[in-house]
């Protein structure tokens, strides 16, 4: 038990040494990753729609 609470103990001590974002950082970084998910996911859809069409075009 007493390992326990000494292991407890360090990771408390280790949380309050770590530089939390603010709520605004947060926000931000939130709204870039979704923003970059829909660019990526556009751009590897139009990839898909052009090489479907190309394969039906001269192959099929």
């Not at 974002?21 to 996911?41: C, D, G, H, K, N």
């Amino acid at each position: 038990m007493n390992r326990l609470s000494q292991y407890l103990k360090e990771v408390r001590l280790e949380l309050n040494k770590v530089n939390w974002p603010t709520r605004e950082e947060t926000t931000r970084y939130t709204v870039l990753v979704i923003v970059m998910s829909l660019a990526i996911a556009m751009f590897l859809g139009g990839l898909d729609y052009v090489f479907s069409w190309l394969l039906n075009k001269f192959i099929l």
